[in-house]
Every structure is written in C-alpha cells, then in structure tokens.
C-alpha cells in the first residue's frame, strides 16, 4: 500500500519507526536508486533520532518521518487504552 508518491522522498532526510520499515512499507522508493543506498539512506531510525545522536544538518533539510508501527507499539497503546 502507498501513503505518498515517490516525489514526496525527494531531496530529503527520511527517519523511520524500525528497520523493518524498509520492507514493510510499500512507499518508500526503493526503485529510485540502487539497494546499496536506499539502506543507508534510510538507515536513521527513531531511536538514534530520539537518542539525538542524529538529525538535522541545517535548518533547511527537510525530514520526512515514516512509521509503520510494531507489534510493541500495539500492545503498549492497548494496555494504555485499557
């Protein structure tokens, strides 16, 4: 399934929820470049963004977020929902 179109990626710094993101979401764009770089391109997942031991290089960059969700996530807001 796709959320956003390959535009949307362009010229951005994308951050994901887990490394499984990058086979589970349908949206990323994988067919823009080769595998090599798509893994290093989207390697920065949430922890190290929220660890702050990544991020923006300029006020100007622009990030892109994309979260697929886990079952952890699930469980944690169900036991919150309770």
């Known amino acids: 399934m796709r959320e956003s ?3 949307c990626y362009l010229g951005t710094s994308v951050f ?5 993101a990058l086979a ?3 949206d990323l764009p994988e067919p ?3 595998a090599s770089s798509v893994q290093k391109k989207f ?3 949430l922890s190290n ?5 990544i991020g923006r290089k300029s006020a100007n960059e622009i990030t892109v977020y994309k979260a697929v969700g886990t079952a952890l996530e699930d ?3 169900a036991c919150a929902a309770r």
């Open 49 to 53: 963004f929220a660890e702050s031991s």
């Open 75 to 77: 469980l944690a807001a």
């Open 24 to 26: 589970k979401a349908g």
């Open 32 to 34: 823009l470049m080769p």
């Open 43 to 45: 390697s920065r997942d």
């Open 5 to 7: 179109d390959n535009d």
């Open 16 to 20: 994901i929820d887990t490394d499984e």
